[in-house]
C-alpha cells in the first residue's frame, strides 16, 4: 500500500511554458491568409530583437508524399540550403517535443484555426463568425481583439466568453502599428527577471584555503559579491555545497548544489532548477577585480534575446563563463550539453548563439586559483585602490 502522502516524483519547478514558448499567441477568428499576413507584420517588425517563430497547419485535403529521403523511410533529413537550414521529420510531435524545438524562440504566433496557444488574439471577421463559435472554448486568455473593416464591434457571444473585454486593447486589423506596439510591450513585460549567484562551493584545492572566505574588501569574498549584485538583481544566493549550508551567514540566501560534482556547471544548473524562468547573473567569487562599473555594463548590455551576455577574455578571446547572464532558455541548452557528456560553461557559450561584450577594465576578469595569481591581484587591487 501505498501512503497519500508518498509522491512517487520530486516536485520540480516548471518553467512558464505553454503548448510552444513561454510568450505565444494564437491568432484566431479569421481566414488563414489574413492571419498570415498579420503574423508576417508583427515578425518582420520584431525580429531585428527577437528570435520570432510561426506555427500553423498545412492545407492538405488530400494525402501526399513524404518529402525527399522521408518517403523511402527516413526518419529525419536534415538539410543545408545555404542561407537556411531545413529539418524534414517523419514523425509525430507531441507537446514535449513542440517545447524542445521551439525553446531558443522569444515570441511564438500561431495560426489559431489549427493550433492552440496559451494566449490568444480575437480578430472579429463577419464570414468566419461561425466557425469562431466552435473555437469559443479555446479562448482562455485573450489579451487583444482585433475588427476586420466589415464589423464594428466584437461578437455577443465572444463578450460573453471573455468577462474582461473592455479593459482589452481593441483595434482594427489596418491599424498594424498599434498591433505591433502592443506585442513590443508584451514582450517588454515578459523580459525576464535577473537574479544573482555568487558560486563559492569549489574545494579550492590548487590554492589550498577556501577562495570564498578570503578578506580582500573588508568581508569575506562571497559576502562582499552577493553585496554587490543586489544592485543589480532581483534577489542574490550564494552557491555552495550540501555539506556547506550552515557555513553561510543566515543574512544571506544560498542555493545548494543538486546538480553535484560537476562545478561551476552543475551550480547554474542548480539554480535554474530552483527558478527556470529567471535569468542568472553567475559571477565567480575569485574575482576580487570586479566592481560596479563592469557589473553595470553587463546588465546594460544585456541581451535577453541571446542565451546569455559575457564578457570576453583578454586572454584567450574565449567567454567567460563564470561572469555571465545565463538567460532562462540557456537551461535546456545546458541540460544538453550535459546530455552528450560535457560540463563546461565555456563550451556551451562558445558554441551557441550569445552576446559577447569587451570588458570596460579587462583587469577586473583577474581570477585567482594560485598564490602567483593572489600576489599579482593584490599588487593590481592596491593600484585600483590607490588611484580611488
Keep these: 500500500m501505498i501512503s497519500k502522502e508518498h509522491k512517487k516524483h520530486t516536485n520540480l519547478q516548471r518553467p512558464a511554458f505553454g503548448n510552444f514558448s513561454r510568450n505565444e499567441w494564437a491568432i484566431v477568428g479569421a481566414p488563414c491568409t489574413t492571419i498570415k499576413l498579420l503574423a508576417d507584420q508583427v515578425i518582420n517588425a520584431l525580429s531585428s530583437k527577437y528570435k ?28 543545408d540550403q545555404v542561407n537556411y537550414r ?42 468566419k ?19 476586420a473593416e466589415d464589423v464594428t464591434e466584437a461578437f455577443d457571444f465572444v463578450k460573453e466568453a471573455i468577462p474582461n473585454w473592455q479593459q482589452l486593447p481593441l483595434y482594427r ?6 498591433i505591433i506596439s502592443f506585442f513590443e510591450t508584451q514582450m517588454q513585460h515578459a523580459r ?4 544573482g549567484l555568487v558560486l563559492a562551493g569549489g574545494k579550492s584545492e590548487r590554492m589550498g584555503f577556501d577562495k570564498g572566505s578570503v578578506n ?23 552557491s555552495c555545497r550540501s555539506d556547506q549550508q550552515k557555513e553561510i551567514d543566515a543574512n544571506y540566501l544560498r542555493i545548494a548544489d543538486t546538480f553535484t560534482g560537476l562545478g561551476p556547471f552543475g551550480a547554474i544548473l542548480s539554480a535554474f532548477r530552483e527558478k527556470p524562468d529567471n535569468a542568472w547573473l553567475i559571477i565567480a567569487c575569485d574575482l576580487p577585480l570586479i566592481d560596479e562599473n563592469t557589473l553595470k555594463y553587463l546588465t546594460a548590455n544585456r541581451n535577453v534575446s541571446s542565451i546569455a551576455t559575457a564578457y570576453q577574455s583578454t586572454f584567450d578571446d574565449f567567454p567567460e563563463p563564470l561572469i555571465t547572464i545565463w538567460e532562462p532558455k540557456s537551461y535546456p ?55 580611488q
Excluded at 469562431?132 to 481583439?145: A, D, F, P, S, Y
Aim: glycine letters at 2%; aromatic letters at 8%.
Design 52 to 79: 520570432c517563430a510561426y506555427a500553423d497547419t498545412a492545407h492538405n485535403d488530400d494525402t501526399i508524399l513524404s518529402p525527399g529521403r522521408l518517403s523511402n523511410g527516413a526518419a529525419l533529413e536534415y538539410t
Design 86 to 127: 531545413q529539418l524534414d521529420y517523419a514523425e509525430s510531435f507531441n507537446s514535449f517535443k513542440l517545447k524542445e524545438i521551439f525553446s531558443s524562440s522569444d515570441l511564438v504566433l500561431v495560426n489559431g484555426n489549427h493550433q492552440q496557444a496559451k494566449a490568444q488574439v480575437v480578430i472579429i471577421y463577419a464570414n
Design 129 to 147: 463568425k461561425a466557425s469562431l463559435h466552435k473555437r469559443i472554448e479555446q479562448l482562455t486568455n485573450v489579451q487583444m481583439i482585433l475588427l
Design 173 to 178: 486589423l489596418d491599424e498594424t502599428e498599434k
Design 192 to 195: 525576464p527577471v535577473l537574479n
Design 216 to 238: 580582500w574588501h573588508g568581508k569575506e569574498q562571497r559576502y562582499y559579491m552577493a553585496d554587490l549584485l543586489k544592485s543589480f538583481c532581483n534577489e542574490v544566493f550564494i
Design 333 to 387: 541548452v545546458l541540460l544538453s550539453f550535459l546530455a552528450q557528456g560535457y560540463s563546461c560553461p565555456r563550451k556551451v557559450l562558445i558554441n551557441s548563439d550569445i552576446t559577447l561584450l569587451n570588458a570596460p577594465n579587462p583587469d577586473d576578469l583577474t581570477n585567482v586559483n594560485t598564490q602567483e595569481e593572489l600576489d599579482k591581484v593584490k599588487h593590481l587591487l592596491n593600484q585600483k585602490i590607490a588611484i
